[in-house]
């Protein structure tokens, strides 16, 4: 008898215990916080702005345009001369140096260095000697002949050209070409200089603007190089 009853208690206590272990077991797992979601679906959304971006599209390379050049001292096809802004044109006439660049496509001209302006290019020194007609002239270098021109004569020579305040007109050095100028074509002033020199001889001319084609620009001043005589006046 007396061991049914401790049998009885035994089995009585380990109930006890076990449900007060339950008990425990469930109170920690309630004071337990949420683990935090690490999902990356659930997190909050980001207040950072999001900047589309266009997808790169091969760069085509740029072909470079052809530079054409128009060179005076070269004339192009169709034409024999190119001197003082315009050139020849073979069988006749003339074009200015825009209309030549037009028709070649040109978009750049090669201008060959110009002779500065002498220190005297405003007005004549007081050592130059002048005229009745108001031309002043000096020489520079003196000739080897006594031959000079007359009216009549065509001759080749080396002429440069300015204004009184230093702006070049022209210049047969820069293109290393003499001109050849018949006298009966060109104005009073240039005449009377060339008429002045003998062959050789190199002269500056200060021509006043009454005596030139354009008596609005005022003086100019030459320095003419008398080469030669091409065609002399014919004998009667």
Same mark, same amino acid.
């Given at each position: 008898?007396?061991?049914?009853?401790?049998?009885?208690?035994?089995?009585?206590?380990?109930?006890?215990?076990?449900?007060?272990?339950?008990?425990?077991?469930?109170?920690?797992?309630?004071?337990?916080?949420?683990?935090?979601?690490?999902?990356?679906? $659930?997190?909050?959304?980001?207040?950072?702005?999001?900047?589309?971006?266009?997808?790169?599209?091969?760069?085509?390379?740029?072909?470079?345009?052809?530079?054409?050049?128009?060179?005076?001292?070269?004339?192009?096809?169709?034409?024999? @001369?190119?001197?003082? @802004?315009?050139?020849?044109?073979?069988?006749?006439?003339?074009?200015?140096?825009?209309?030549?660049?037009?028709?070649?496509?040109?978009?750049?001209?090669?201008?060959?260095?110009?002779?500065?302006?002498?220190? $005297?290019?405003?007005?004549?020194?007081?050592?130059?000697?002048?005229?009745?007609?108001?031309?002043?002239?000096?020489?520079?270098?003196?000739?080897?002949?006594?031959?000079?021109?007359?009216?009549?004569?065509?001759?080749?020579?080396?002429?440069?050209?300015?204004?009184?305040?230093?702006?070049?007109?022209?210049?047969?050095?820069?293109?290393?070409?003499?001109?050849?100028?018949?006298?009966?074509?060109?104005?009073?002033?240039?005449?009377?200089?060339?008429?002045?020199? $003998?062959?050789?001889?190199?002269?500056?001319?200060?021509?006043?603007? @009454?005596?030139?084609?354009?008596? $609005?620009?005022?003086?100019?001043?030459?320095?003419?190089?008398?080469?030669?005589?091409?065609?002399?006046?014919?004998?009667?």
């Amino acid at each position: 008898m007396l061991n049914r009853v401790l049998t009885g208690l035994a089995l009585t206590l380990l109930f006890t215990l076990g449900a007060c272990e339950n008990a425990q077991k469930k109170e920690g797992a309630k004071e337990k916080p949420p683990t935090e979601a690490t999902s990356t679906s $659930d997190s909050a959304p980001s207040t950072t702005p999001q900047v589309k971006t266009k997808p790169e599209t091969a760069k085509q390379p740029t072909q470079s345009q052809e530079i054409i050049v128009f060179n005076p001292l070269k004339p192009p096809a169709g034409y024999t @001369n190119c001197h003082h @802004n315009h050139c020849h044109l073979v069988g006749g006439g003339v074009e200015s140096y825009k209309q030549v660049m037009e028709k070649m496509g040109a978009t750049k001209i090669i201008e060959p260095p110009k002779p500065p302006a002498p220190a $005297d290019v405003a007005s004549p020194p007081e050592d130059a000697t002048r005229t009745a007609s108001g031309l002043s002239y000096k020489l520079l270098t003196a000739g080897s002949s006594t031959t000079k021109p007359t009216l009549k004569s065509t001759v080749v020579a080396h002429l440069n050209s300015w204004s009184t305040d230093g702006k070049s007109l022209s210049s047969t050095s820069a293109r290393k070409r003499p001109a050849t100028i018949p006298l009966q074509r060109v104005f009073k002033g240039l005449q009377e200089a060339f008429m002045l020199m $003998d062959v050789g001889s190199e002269y500056r001319f200060w021509i006043p603007g @009454n005596l030139t084609r354009r008596p $609005d620009r005022g003086m100019v001043v030459f320095d003419i190089q008398l080469i030669r005589i091409s065609q002399p006046p014919s004998k009667p």
